[in-house]
């Protein structure tokens, strides 16, 4: 069973930091790309960043120069630092990886649980 948990949410004032983790666990092959997406209300799920397992990233053009998304393949943990945060920011973010469990052929995505992350003052 393969599991994605997140930490690191909260409530920060505008231009402040927070910094989200997430790990993966359980009976694992590979890890894939692995990234963040948010989800504010009454929107739709939005890529914030990803990370291959080579260490290429990408970012959403609304977060580019505040956030950093790094990835840690021994310890199979993912973070996102985020600096400069602005209310449009808050959103319950959400931990993402392309999973090969062991045993099987092929790769799946998993999702993590969500931590809310509200910017206001």
């Known amino acids: 069973q393969v599991q994605l948990v997140e930490s690191g949410g909260g409530l920060v004032q505008p231009g402040g930091s927070l910094r989200l983790s997430c790990a993966v666990s359980?009976?694992?092959?590979?890890?894939?790309?692995m990234g963040w997406y948010r989800q504010a209300p009454g929107k739709q799920r939005e890529l914030v960043a990803t990370a291959t397992s080579g260490g290429y990233t990408n970012y959403a053009d609304s977060v580019k120069g505040r956030f950093t998304i790094s990835r840690d393949n021994a310890k199979r943990t993912v973070s996102l630092q985020m600096t400069s945060l602005k209310p449009e920011d808050t959103a319950i973010y959400y931990c993402?990886?392309?999973?090969?469990?062991?045993?099987?052929?092929?790769?799946?995505?998993?999702w993590g649980q969500g931590t809310q992350v509200t910017v206001s003052s």
């Open positions: 359980g009976s694992i092959f590979s890890i894939n790309d």
């Open positions: 993402n990886a392309d999973v090969r469990p062991l045993g099987l052929p092929g790769g799946s995505e998993y």
